[in-house]
C-alpha cells in the first residue's frame, strides 16, 4: 500500500488545457473517488496517475517516489478498466496471470497467485474460459481479479461498473467496499455516479472543468459544498436551489420565501448574510429538509412551517416526493408517504434551514462563510 | 404480419415469379461460367479436333497431352520447357511478397490504430493515396530504382515492387480491422508490463485471423495474377507465369495451339482458384468481420 501525491498536475492538449493545477494528496489505503460530469479531466487524470498521459506540467508521488516521468510498467499500479479490457484470446486464467507473466514471476508463483485471486473473487469455476464466454458481471470480476494478481501498490479503477444493470451494479458496488475493506488497498477510483461516489469513497474529488472542486468526505461534501456545481452535483434527487431575497427583519438578515403566503426563513449563520441584504440569493436546500410537520422538530430555532401548492407527487415507497413551486422555482420536498397530499392540495410544509446553504446567484460561490 | 407470412399460400404468381428468378440467376452463371468451360473442353481436345470441332462440342474423349505439353515442352519464345519453370517463378515472387506485406501491413495498422501518434492520421491518408496510384504511373521511376538496388530483372525485384505497391491495402485492411479493438485492451497490457511487441504478439495477432486470411488471399490473387509488374521488371529467367501464358501464346511454329494455350491458361489460373475454394468462406466471413468483443 502506498500514499499518493498529485502535485499541481496541468495537462493541455495544444491550447487547451484539460487539467488546470490538481492538488490531491490521499494516504496508504485510502478511497479516493474523483468524481465529475464527462468532460471535467477525471480520466485524463486517472491515465495521467497510470502513466499511460504524459502530464504537462507538475509531479506525481507513489509512495514518496516521484513517477511523473516513469512508464507505467514501472508504477506499480493496476487498472481496472470501463470495458473491462480483458484479453480475448487468453482463458479467465491467463488474463489473471498475463502482468505476472510479464513481470517474469515464476509459473509455480503463478499458479498459487491465480487461485488466490479466484477464490477471493469467487470465479474458480471460471478459470478455463475465455472473455467471450463470461457474462458482464463475470468479466468485472475478472478485470478485477487481473489487477488484485499483481498485489501493486496502487489501484486505479476507471468508471468500472458502468456497463453493469442496475441490480449488478449495486451488488459489485458492495463488493468492491468489502474488498476494500478487506484488503486495506490504495484506490483511486473515477465515476459520474454521485451514489457510487458517496457510497464508496473515504473522501471524494469532485471536478469540473479541469479543477477540482472540493475535496472532502462524502458527508462534507453533502453537507458542506463548496460552490454552487457541487451542491447541485451530490445528492439525488438534487439540493433545491431557491432564489430568495434577503431581508432583515429586527437587525437580522432573513430568507426570504413566498409560496402559498410570503414568510422568511431564519439562517444558521446570519451575520456571513449582512453584506448582501436587499440582494436575491440562492438558497440551497435538500429535500429531506422540507417534510410534513414533525411534532419533535416543532418550536425548534432554524424551523418554519408554510404552506405550499402540490403541483406532482411521485411516490417512492419509503417516502413521497413532492413538487411545488416557490419564489418562481420547482422544489422537490421529501414526505412521509402517510402525510396526505394531492396535486392542486395547499399543504403546510417544514422548512428546516439548520443546514441551509446560500450561494451568489450569478457566480455560484458559496456566501454563508 | 406474422401469420400471413406463416399461413401464406404459395400462388401460382408467385411460383411463375420464382421460376424466373431461378431462371436468370442459371442463364446469368451459365453466362458467367461460359468461358472457364470453354477453356475445359478445349484443352481437353486433341489438335485436329480444335480444329474441325465448334468451340461448344465436348471432346470425343478426354485427354491431357496438351495439358503435359503446356507444363513441360510448349514452347514460349525461344526455350521451350514449358510454363513449369515460371510456375515456380511466381511461387518464388508471390509466397514472400505476401508473407512481407502481410507482416508490414498488420504492424502498420497496428500502429496506425492503436498507437496514435502526432500526424498518425495524416500519414494513413497518405498511404491511402497509394492505393489510388494507377501502376503504370511509376514503371518508369520504379525500374530506375530497381537498377539503383541492383535487383532489377529478378524474382527479388519483382517481391520488393510487390511489397511497395500491396503495403498500402494491406495496412488499409488491418488498419479497419483493429479499429474495432478498444484502446483499453492496449492500455491494460501497458500496465501489465507488456511492450509494443509483446502486446502486438500475444494479444493482437491471436484475434487477427480473419483480417490476416483477407489479406492473403487479396495480395496472393493480386501479385500471382499481376501481368503489368511481370513484364516489365523480370528478366528471361524470372518471368512470372502470366508473362510466360503471354509468351506461349504468341509463340506459334505452323498453327495456332489453341488446347496447349487453353491448357497453360487454366494452370496458371489454378492456384488462384484452388485459393478461393479453400478460403473463399473466411474472406467474406473476413470482409465482414466487426467489432472484436472482449
Known amino acids: ?369 | 404480419m406474422k401469420n400471413n407470412v406463416v399461413g401464406r399460400k404459395t400462388s401460382g404468381v408467385d411460383k411463375a415469379l420464382r421460376i424466373a428468378l431461378y431462371a436468370t440467376l442459371i442463364l446469368v452463371a451459365g453466362f458467367y461460367l461460359m468461358p472457364l468451360v470453354v477453356m475445359l473442353i478445349t484443352s481437353m481436345k486433341d489438335a485436329e479436333e480444335v480444329r474441325n470441332g465448334t468451340l461448344l462440342s465436348l471432346p470425343s474423349y478426354i485427354h491431357f497431352d496438351s495439358w503435359e505439353k503446356a507444363w513441360s515442352s510448349a514452347c514460349t519464345g525461344s526455350s521451350c520447357h514449358g510454363i513449369s519453370p515460371y510456375f515456380m517463378n511466381s511461387f518464388k515472387i508471390v509466397i514472400p511478397a505476401v508473407a512481407i506485406s502481410t507482416i508490414l501491413g498488420a504492424i502498420n495498422g497496428y500502429v496506425i490504430s492503436l498507437w496514435r501518434f502526432r500526424g498518425s492520421n495524416l500519414f494513413f491518408a497518405a498511404l491511402l493515396l497509394g492505393c489510388f496510384i494507377p501502376f503504370q504511373v511509376v514503371l518508369l521511376p520504379m525500374a530506375r530504382t530497381l537498377g539503383w538496388l541492383g535487383i532489377a530483372s529478378s524474382t527479388t525485384g519483382l517481391v520488393f515492387v510487390h511489397v511497395v505497391y500491396g503495403v498500402a491495402f494491406t495496412t488499409l485492411f488491418f488498419r479497419n480491422f483493429y479499429q474495432s479493438i478498444p484502446g483499453e485492451l492496449i492500455k491494460a497490457a501497458r500496465l501489465d508490463g507488456a511492450g509494443f511487441f509483446t502486446i502486438f504478439y500475444r494479444i493482437i495477432l491471436p484475434v487477427s485471423t480473419p483480417i490476416i486470411v483477407v489479406t492473403v488471399i487479396w495480395q496472393f490473387t493480386q501479385i500471382w495474377n499481376d501481368f503489368l509488374f511481370g513484364v516489365a521488371f523480370s528478366g528471361f529467367e524470372s518471368q512470372p507465369v502470366t508473362v510466360a501464358l503471354n509468351n506461349l501464346v504468341n509463340t506459334s511454329f505452323g498453327g495456332k495451339e489453341y488446347n496447349v494455350d487453353m491448357a497453360a491458361a487454366v494452370i496458371a489460373a489454378l492456384p488462384t482458384l484452388i485459393v478461393y475454394v479453400f478460403a473463399g468462406k473466411y474472406f467474406v466471413r473476413g470482409l465482414t468481420a466487426g467489432a472484436v468483443k472482449g
Open chain 1, 1 to 369: 500500500m502506498a500514499n499518493l501525491t498529485i502535485d499541481n498536475v496541468k495537462k493541455s492538449y495544444g491550447k487547451t488545457e484539460i487539467l488546470k493545477g490538481i492538488n490531491i494528496a490521499i494516504e496508504a489505503g485510502e478511497f479516493l473517488i474523483l468524481v465529475g460530469p464527462s468532460g471535467c479531466g477525471k480520466s485524463t487524470l486517472m491515465n495521467s496517475i497510470a502513466g499511460l498521459e504524459d502530464v504537462t506540467e507538475g509531479r506525481i508521488l507513489i509512495a514518496d517516489k516521484d513517477v511523473t516521468y516513469t512508464s507505467p510498467k514501472d508504477r506499480d499500479i493496476a487498472m481496472v478498466f470501463q470495458s473491462y479490457a480483458l484479453y480475448p484470446n487468453m482463458t479467465v486464467a491467463q488474463n489473471i496471470s498475463f502482468g505476472l507473466e510479464m513481470r517474469k514471476v515464476p509459473k509455480e508463483e503463478r499458479d498459487v497467485e491465480i487461485q488466490r485471486v479466484a477464490e477471493l473473487l469467487q470465479i474458480s469455476h471460471l478459470l478455463d474460459r475465455k472473455p467471450a464466454q463470461l457474462s458482464g458481471g463475470q468479466r468485472q470480476r475478472v478485470a478485477m481479479g487481473r489487477a488484485l494478481a499483481r498485489r501493486p501498490q496502487l489501484y486505479l479503477f476507471d468508471e468500472p461498473l458502468s456497463n453493469l444493470d442496475a441490480k449488478l451494479r449495486v451488488e459489485m458496488r458492495t463488493e468492491i467496499k468489502k474488498l476494500h475493506k478487506k484488503l486495506g488497498t490504495t484506490i483511486v477510483y473515477v465515476t459520474h455516479d454521485q451514489i457510487e461516489a458517496m457510497t464508496l469513497a473515504d473522501r471524494i474529488a469532485v471536478m469540473k472543468d479541469g479543477e477540482v472542486q472540493q475535496l472532502g468526505t462524502p458527508q462534507e461534501i453533502y453537507d458542506n459544498p463548496a460552490n454552487l456545481f457541487v451542491a447541485g452535483f451530490m445528492g439525488s434527487p438534487a439540493m433545491n436551489f431557491i432564489p430568495s431575497k434577503i431581508v432583515e427583519q429586527n437587525g437580522v438578515p432573513m430568507l426570504e420565501l413566498s409560496a402559498n403566503e410570503t414568510t422568511a426563513l431564519p439562517f444558521p449563520n446570519p451575520d456571513s448574510l449582512k453584506a448582501h441584504v436587499g440582494e436575491t440569493v440562492l438558497l440551497g436546500l435538500r429535500p429531506e429538509m422540507i417534510t410534513e410537520p414533525q411534532p419533535h422538530k416543532e418550536g425548534q430555532a432554524f424551523v418554519v412551517t408554510t404552506g405550499i401548492e402540490v403541483e406532482v407527487t411521485e411516490p417512492m415507497g419509503a417516502d413521497t416526493m413532492i413538487l411545488t413551486r416557490i419564489n418562481d422555482a420547482e422544489i422537490n420536498c421529501r414526505s412521509n408517504p402517510a402525510y396526505p397530499a394531492k396535486p392542486g392540495d395547499i399543504i403546510n410544509m417544514m422548512f428546516d434551514t439548520s443546514k441551509a446553504v446560500v450561494f451568489d446567484a450569478k457566480s455560484g460561490r458559496r456566501l454563508d462563510v
